[in-house]
């Protein structure tokens, strides 16, 4: 029997709402990241290298490869682009006056913040509408769902 929570799948099956929800807001997530790529004039890999740069801050070469999964030749034509549209400069680093720093441009920072915080404050003023144990057992379900998603990547991915 089929409850107000469960939704049939594609197997013939039914999946409690809930999952539903969560694949939705899957797809929502990717629609909102197309969006600040195309907000950014950025593609998805430039988008990629921005994110770690603004989390990170200033990277080396090097370390944005790696955290990009690429070569440090592509990272090079990844930094030309980014670097082309004004959203990151080379500089010295601070200390290995050998190196070169990717710096992300404040104004790029402010324009990617601009897009991404409306979204953050919101998803926050929900979850602070929610009383203290049911915020507790919302963010132990998401927790729960992220440990069943890491597990599901072979580690190095």
Excluded: W
């Amino acid at each position: 029997m089929t409850t107000a929570y469960d939704t049939p799948d594609a197997a013939g099956g039914s999946v409690h709402r809930a999952t539903v929800l969560l694949r939705e807001m899957i797809s929502a997530n990717d629609a909102f990241v197309d969006h600040m790529r195309r907000e950014l004039s950025v593609n998805s890999t430039d988008l990629d290298a921005m994110t770690h740069l603004i989390s990170s801050g200033p990277l080396g070469p090097t370390d944005l490869a790696k955290r990009l999964h690429l070569s440090t030749a592509a990272v090079t034509t990844v930094v030309d682009r980014l670097e082309a549209v004004g959203h990151v400069s080379r500089a010295q680093h601070p200390t290995d006056r050998r190196s070169v720093v990717i710096v992300p441009s404040p104004p790029s920072v402010a324009q990617a913040m601009g897009v991404l915080m409306p979204m953050i404050t919101g998803i926050d003023s929900v979850i602070g509408s929610f009383p203290a144990d049911q915020r507790d057992v919302i963010t132990d379900y998401l927790e729960r769902v992220l440990t069943v998603y890491q597990a599901q990547v072979p580690s190095g991915s």
